[in-house]
């Protein structure tokens, strides 16, 4: 059974910073993508930014420049470096990973989410 178990949020003043961390387990598959994604109260899941095995990067607009996630490939590990913080970053932060099966089958995790909280 697939985990996704994260950790790092928490509660930090405006122009702080916090690294999240998510780690993967108990996939037969290597992880494709990983990243995160957020969710304020009252809007959509949104992603924020996503990274491949090959450690290519993808990155909400919104985030750019503050944001930066990398991966550890042997740990299957994903983290996020949370810099430049501000209140509307404030949101449950969820991991998410992607292996592809022999069959060419995507398969999707989700971990259970990790609230931040940006006080202005």
């Known amino acids: 059974q697939v985990q996704l178990v994260e950790s790092g949020g928490g509660l930090v003043q405006a122009g702080g910073s916090l690294r999240l961390s998510c780690a993967a387990s108990?996939?037969?598959?290597?992880?494709?993508?990983m990243g995160w994604y957020r969710q304020a109260p009252g809007k959509q899941r949104e992603l924020v930014a996503a990274?491949?095995?090959?450690?290519?990067?993808n990155y909400a607009d919104s985030v750019t420049g503050r944001f930066t996630v990398s991966r550890d490939n042997a740990k299957n590990t994903v983290y996020l470096q949370m810099n430049s913080l501000k209140p509307e970053d404030t949101a449950v932060y969820y991991c998410?990973?992607?292996?592809?099966?022999?069959?060419?089958?995507?398969?999707?995790?989700w971990g259970q989410g990790t609230q931040v909280t940006v006080s202005s």
């Open positions: 108990g996939s037969r598959f290597s992880f494709n993508a």
């Open positions: 998410n990973a992607e292996s592809i099966t022999g069959r060419g089958i995507r398969l999707n995790y």
């Open positions: 990274i491949t095995s090959g450690s290519s990067t």
